[in-house]
T-cell receptor, first 111, second 114 residues
Framework: DQQVKQNSPSLSVQEGRISILNCDYT??????FLWYKKYPAEGPTFLIS?????DKNEDGRFTVFLNKSAKHLSLHIVPSQPGDSAVYFC??????????FGTGTSLTVIP | NAGVTQTPKFRVLKTGQSMTLLCAQD?????MYWYRQDPGMGLRLIHY???????AKGEVPDGYNVSRLKKQNFLLGLESAAPSQTSVYFC?????????????FGPGTRLTVT
């Protein structure tokens, strides 16, 4: 059973607007949550992370929010740029470094 | 600085054949991982290693074996390939300690089993 879920396979956003990507999880033992960005024919690239003891982490245009009670996290990209067009994977870590990934959301930023 | 490299980039196997995928990292990372990515499934952890000489099973280990004889290399073996192992395989590495959750991925190996 999928422990990390991304229910939106795709998202389109106008350049300059906010992109919000969502992720849900089921295992309350996850201690870190991460977002990766992936371009076609390349490996995923680490984007941003958040510890389970925090509720927000910001890095430039990227902010991740964690709602532990709802077992939900989201990635906000503001402002969105055409170069942000990629597949975004949400991931979660169990202690011992076992990682579980969502199925990805394909973001298209329209110029 | 090459980061994480994977060999080969593409491979076609017949059912029952064997092969080894090689992953190498030059960042002196303690941890290394093998994932497979299938359409609609995201990345799933096959095996991982927390240090030279150690290996552990991930979420989908059946049909695969791994070895970590040197810190910089992590090998993934398929002893008898099956069509269900057609996938894109990614290797990753990460440091230990506080940055252990940040994985660096290789470019992937596309394997087709006919």
């Amino acid at each position: 059973d999928q422990q990390v879920k991304q229910n939106s396979p795709s998202l389109s956003v106008q350049e300059g607007r906010i992109s919000i990507l969502n992720c849900d999880y089921t295992n309350s033992m996850f201690d870190y949550f991460l977002w990766y960005k992936k371009y076609p024919a390349e490996g995923p690239t680490f984007l941003i992370s958040i510890s389970s003891i925090k509720d927000k982490n910001e890095d430039g245009r990227f902010t991740v929010f964690l709602n532990k009670s709802a077992k939900h996290l989201s990635l906000h990209i503001v402002p969105s740029q055409p170069g942000d067009s990629a597949v975004y994977f949400c991931a979660a870590r169990l202690t011992g470094n076992q990682f579980y990934f969502g199925t990805g959301t394909s973001l298209t930023v329209i110029p | 600085n090459a980061g994480v490299t994977q060999t080969p980039k593409f491979r076609v196997l017949k059912t029952g054949q064997s092969m080894t995928l090689l992953c190498a990292q030059d960042m002196n990372h303690e941890y290394m991982y093998w994932y497979r990515q299938d359409p609609g499934m995201g990345l799933r952890l096959i095996h991982y290693s927390v240090g030279e000489g150690t290996t552990a099973k991930g979420e989908v280990p059946d049909g695969y074996n791994v070895s970590r004889l040197k810190k910089q290399n992590f090998l993934l073996g398929l002893e008898s390939a099956a069509p269900s192992q057609t996938s894109v395989y990614f290797c990753a590495s990460s440091n230990s300690g506080l940055a252990a959750h940040e994985q660096y991925f290789g470019p992937g190996t596309r394997l087709t089993v006919t």
